[in-house]
């Protein structure tokens, strides 16, 4: 595990939101929804510097506090094209694009996009929806080497085998809540088909919204069956993986 993450540290925040923070100190945030979410802990609510905000779509529990994040410290945000011109839109300075199958040097760190099936728009103040694009999943790559695959909101699909066989990501951020992407099982084959060898479950909080059903516990049953030497490190929000 040490050996694995050359450095990088990474904080559960809570849902899908991650902390990176770089071997080289550089402060990363992927979807954060954190001043609302009620798994994030008080104390990790007040992120400090950070330099790149990536975000999967806009959902609002993954996209809640883009804005006051970017506004308050300046964070390029990498997004897709229809949330990045929202974002200018809304005054963000420095908001960039990413589409799927792209890559970009973004500081330290390589990030590319992936496929994702799901939704994405994002809800106006005044409850109405606005087009935000297709949804994406990330593969983020370190300067030691280190890769991990946020997958996003997602169903499972046959091309994370493609993802595994391009980018192998040593670690997979999974959703595994079940009603809005997989469940237990289908993340358990993601796995399988990713080929990776480490896994955080991630997306399942009822404390989020009750409708989420599934549990690191099944997740880790049909794991045993489907990809049984995977390494699965049940995260609680604010708890580190480091090196
Ligand atoms: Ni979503
Ligand atoms: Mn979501």
Excluded: C, W
Aim: glycine share 12%; aromatic share 8%; no cysteine.
């Amino acid at each position: 595990m040490e050996e694995m993450l050359g450095g990088t540290t990474i904080t559960y925040l809570g849902h899908a939101a991650f902390r990176f923070t770089t071997a080289g100190g550089e402060q990363i945030i992927i979807d954060p929804f954190l001043t609302n979410n009620p798994q994030t802990p008080e104390e990790l609510k007040h992120v400090g510097a950070l330099d790149t905000i990536l975000i999967t779509h806009g959902h609002f529990d993954h996209f809640d506090d883009v804005e006051p994040l970017a506004g308050q410290t300046g964070a390029t945000t990498i997004s897709n094209f229809e949330i990045m011109a929202y974002l200018q839109r809304q005054g963000v300075e420095n908001a960039a694009p990413i589409m799927k199958g792209g890559s970009a040097q973004i500081g330290g760190v390589k990030v590319t996009a992936t496929h994702a099936f799901h939704g994405s728009s994002i809800a106006l103040d005044d409850g109405s929806l606005i087009y935000g694009g297709e949804p994406l999943g990330f593969v983020v790559e370190f300067e030691s080497g280190f890769k991990l695959y946020h997958a996003g909101d997602t169903a499972l699909f046959g091309d994370m085998r493609l993802i595994g066989e391009l980018y192998n990501p040593d670690l997979a951020l999974l959703p595994i809540g079940d009603r809005l992407t997989m469940g237990p099982l289908e993340a358990a084959h993601a796995v399988r088909l990713l080929g990776v060898n480490h896994v955080v479950p991630m997306h399942y909080s009822p404390e989020v919204m009750p409708i989420f059903t599934g549990t690191p516990e099944q997740f880790q049953e049909h794991l045993a069956k489907i990809a049984p030497d995977v390494n699965v490190h049940v995260m609680q929000p604010g708890d580190d993986l480091t090196s």
